[in-house]
């Protein structure tokens, strides 16, 4: 089926040549962004600097930073630029005085509280490494992270402390200090009140860290096919990314109030809830309830939310619960609204301009990435069911790896390709912690290669068709296989496990399990909802896999590695044809 072209036109901030996407390729050069935001002595950028500071030092002291909403929403704190100032100067002093240094890292594993943009700013501003971790992970996922990331200090709340970390904390050497958020008053043994600790500082010595443009800011954790889970470093400079993306993807400014429903632990959260809206000087909201058609429409009207960032898995589901709820609550205010994560199908495109009155616009980026590369921007043509175009600063390409080395670069229309990204963009992750040899392993003639497969049309929209690789996509979150099989490896009854993204029509793709059992354990129900309840325990419910299957053997490669793409087309009733081909590592993307 054709969907309509949505022809965009209306009064928006950025500058005029912006309507005109060709001249505003020619006309960006990231350095002069990056030069402009570096005003620190000696050519130096700080993250929380131009996020938070530079707005109080322009006057805007008074303006709301973070609105957070309770679940209810029926209380709300505000912190406007200049207590925000305070507070994150207070968290740096906070850190320095328990003797963190430059780059040590410290990880935060908070659902949406006010807390959480203090402890991410404070942190960056200290000149340390803002790690945030999934309030939903289980202990096994979380311990994995700590231990990567080797974090010095961790943020969190005393409940998911007690019961997500107090049994791992002798194993996590590194780990000095724990600071916690609300409970009894009376932290834990080897713990500290969060509030009582920034209480005693003193915002004077917290003077902020000259951090160059190139020193880490930020780690975000994602997942190969493969492997331990990888830790993407985010240099300061990505500043200019993020900024550049506010600016001209989302047409953030000053007065917006702005929305996005990601989870805190993944890149979203960091990049776009906290630091999109604090670059651009406008409001972020924190809510802190979970998704809920009719609490969501309420954040919506009732905060006059003016620009939304959400995901297609959260679009689908208030499509399910009809028009009716957003006719009725019409959120006036509203005047962009995004997505990003997983493929937006194109009925949601067209849903939305009916049901709320304007259309989503999909954007396509990754961890790596750091800040949007692929976008249906404010001001231009909405192609439903596409990606968009390159951000300007972007050069993306489609290719081919040559089985003999280099790329093999896709100049048609229509054909399928890798997509891959000119390296050197300011928000490009710096490394993944520990494991160069992965990073390096992600470029090939000073190009990034993505691991998605897309096509172009003759107008330069990218069209998504899929993961090269094997990585899970449920409700936005990105999940390795590996470390879902290696948890249910860990039971006693399973001999070997295969585990594949099962397509859904809401989340995208299920996590879906094949199990074969060790000798003496005999296949049931019982032991299938074991081993359910088992993972679950482990991984925490983002990561256990939903279904669970035995299987009497798993199919293999010649070296013995599961054949996912076989447990895959199976499951999909697809041909599984000639395997040769389907090996991840014969692919080259086993990373
Ligand atoms: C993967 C990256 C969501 C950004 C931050 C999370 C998939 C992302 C789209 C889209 C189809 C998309 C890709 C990508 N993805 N945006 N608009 N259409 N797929 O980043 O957790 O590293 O996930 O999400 O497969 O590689 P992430």
Not at 295 to 324: C, D, H, I, Q, S
Not at 495 to 510: F, L, M, Q, S, Y
Request: proline letters at 6%; aromatic letters at 8%.
């Amino acid at each position: 089926m054709d969907w309509p072209i949505i022809e965009k036109s209306g009064d928006f901030a950025v500058p005029p040549y912006l309507t005109d996407w060709e001249a505003a390729r020619a006309a960006f050069d990231w350095q002069t962004e990056i030069d402009r935001l570096s005003k620190l002595p000696g050519g130096g950028l700080n993250l929380a600097v131009e996020a938070v500071d530079r707005h109080v030092a322009e006057g805007r002291g008074e303006t709301v930073a973070m609105r957070w909403i309770s679940r209810n929403q029926d209380s709300r704190r505000e912190l406007t630029y200049a207590q925000l100032k305070e507070q994150t100067d207070r968290f740096a002093a906070a850190l320095r005085h328990l003797g963190l240094k430059r780059g040590d890292t410290v990880a935060v594993m908070l659902n949406n509280l006010a807390e959480l943009p203090i402890a991410a700013l404070g942190t960056i501003k200290a000149g340390c490494v803002f790690c945030p971790l999934f309030a939903a992970f289980g202990p096994e996922p979380v311990r994995a992270r700590l231990i990567l990331g080797r974090a010095r200090l961790l943020v969190t709340t005393e409940a998911l402390y007690l019961r997500k970390i107090a049994d791992l904390r002798e194993d996590l050497t590194e780990l000095d200090h724990v600071l916690l958020i609300g409970g009894s008053g009376q932290p834990p043994q080897g713990c500290l009140d969060f509030q009582a600790t920034l209480n005693a500082a003193s915002p004077e010595d917290g003077t902020v860290e000259a951090t160059s443009p190139d020193d880490p800011a930020m780690l975000h954790f994602t997942s190969g096919t493969t492997g331990e889970p990888k830790g993407a470093l985010h240099p300061q400079r990505s500043a200019a990314g993020i900024h550049a993306t506010a600016r001209m993807v989302l047409d953030l400014r000053p007065g917006d109030i702005f929305w996005c429903t990601a989870d805190t632990g993944w890149v979203t959260g960091s990049i776009y809830k906290l630091l999109a809206p604090l670059l651009a000087g406008a409001t972020g909201i924190l809510y802190e309830g979970e998704f809920d058609p009719g609490a969501w429409y309420g954040v919506l009207r009732n905060e006059k939310v003016t620009v939304w960032y959400t995901t297609p898995t959260a679009v689908r589901m208030l499509m399910r619960f009809g028009a009716a709820l957003p006719r009725t609550y019409r959120p006036l205010s509203l005047r962009l609204a995004f997505s990003v994560g997983e493929p937006l199908n194109p009925e949601a495109v067209i849903w939305a301009r009916d049901a709320l009155g304007l259309p989503f616009h999909d954007t396509w980026w990754q961890t790596e990435t750091g800040c949007i590369a692929l976008a249906n921007f404010a001001v231009t043509t909405i192609k439903p069911g596409s990606m968009g175009r390159p951000v300007p600063g972007f050069e993306v390409a489609l290719v081919e790896r040559r089985p003999e080395g280099g790329l093999r670069f896709i100049e048609d229309a229509g054909i399928p390709g890798e997509i891959a990204l000119k390296a050197g963009w300011p928000s490009m992750f710096s490394d993944y912690i520990g494991a160069h040899t992965r990073y390096e392993e992600c470029f090939i003639d000073g190009w990034y290669l993505t691991g998605d497969l897309a096509k172009r049309d003759a107008d330069g929209y990218f069209w998504f068709l899929g993961r090269a690789d094997d990585v899970i996509k449920a409700s936005g979150h990105l999940i390795g296989p590996f470390e879902v099989e290696s948890a249910l490896m860990d039971h006693p009854a399973v001999a070997e496990a295969g585990v594949i993204g099962k397509p859904d029509p809401v989340a995208h793709e299920r996590v879906k399990a094949y199990v074969s059992l060790s000798h003496g354990f005999a296949a049931g129900e019982a032991l299938r909802r074991e081993l359910i309840a088992f993972a679950r325990l482990r991984l925490g419910s983002a990561l256990a896999p939903k279904e669970l299957v035995f299987i009497d053997e798993l199919p293999k490669t010649r070296s013995g590695k599961i054949m996912r793409r076989v447990l895959k087309a199976r499951e999909l009733g697809l041909p599984t044809g000639d395997l040769s081909g389907m090996d991840s590592d014969i692919r080259g993307t086993g990373v």
